[in-house]
């Protein structure tokens, strides 16, 4: 199945239902911290009829709050722009965050933004301007589809159930994970803390063959779908501060439907609230910055007003744009 390529992906979709270990900032990026961070998180296309009245593309809230509960403030970022719009936008945040949902991987608009990104972020970070991106389960596919330049994602099943970590042995030199409290890492390889919600996925197979994958990524967790294939379920970039996860940390402390299978132990909101933390620190190592308080005050989240959606989706709240 490794090699099987597939145009659409679902990941958690409710409706209805450098090649060294650490990333290199310059001098500036290490003494300077920026505490009023702000991250974006690319919309995702509305796919199901049960939303479309209400907005071509959204964000869910538990995806904002996850962010917000970090430190951090989000900036939504619509699909319809330029590229120099892109670019100007890039120039204001200080990470980026690519969502779950359902997007074919290439050829989408969802893809077609991410791309640009993720090209401005190789190159600042090449420059020693430091930019992060985090990857949430198709948001992780993505990542890994612009890295090896094609898709590689393969039936990798976990629908609605929650898993510990098979962690492997660069786990705990990583930087995701540094600094977790001793009881938590075990906790993480033996209680159901990670939420799972998707049908494809990468193989370990296929991440171990494909060299482009294996030289930028470092995998920290592995796990087995329900047809016992092993996927990749957590990475981060050797030279990069590049994350991806094929789990749900924002669903530990921001999803509570009751036929989902979300993960609220005292562990599992632990997990979530230091993966929140983690990133929006990262965020807090670049210096990027809106040209005035009023642009930045126009571009924030604040400014709409998300939707009750508990009673027609597994969300509970969505952003529609």
Known sequence: MSNTRFSTYLCFSFACCFC???????????????????????????????????????????????????????????????????????????????????ADLE????????????????????????????GTCMGM????????????????????IALPLNLTTEASSSRMFEGFPNKLMRALTQEPLTGNFHHYGLTLETFQENEKLRSFFSLLSTNVAENEVHFVSTIEGK???????????????????RKLNFPHSAHAVQLSSLLAEFFVNEGRRSLHQFDNPEEEASSLIYNNTPVYAGNFTGYEQLYFF
């Open 239 to 257: 030279r990069y501060p590049f994350y991806g996860v094929q789990w749900h940390p924002e669903v530990n402390r921001f999803q509570w439907n």
């Open 141 to 160: 596919q993505l990542l890994t589809v612009l890295v090896a330049g094609e898709n590689l994602l393969a039936n990798t099943t976990a629908e609605n």
């Open 20 to 102: 060294c270990s650490k990333a290199m900032p310059t001098k500036l990026n290490q003494e300077a911290v920026n505490d009023r961070p702000v991250i974006g998180i690319l919309t995702q296309i509305v796919t199901d009829d049960v939303l479309k009245p209400f907005g071509r593309t959204f964000i869910p809230s538990s995806y904002v709050k996850f962010i917000e509960s970090g430190g951090g403030r989000v900036m939504p970022i619509r699909l319809t722009l330029n590229t120099a719009e892109y670019k100007k936008i890039f120039e204001n945040i200080n990470g980026l965050l690519f969502i779950g949902g359902a």
């Open 107 to 134: 050829t989408s608009d969802f893809a077609r933004v991410a791309k640009i990104f993720y090209s401005l972020a190789l190159k600042a970070n090449n420059e020693g301007d430091f930019f992060p991106i985090w």
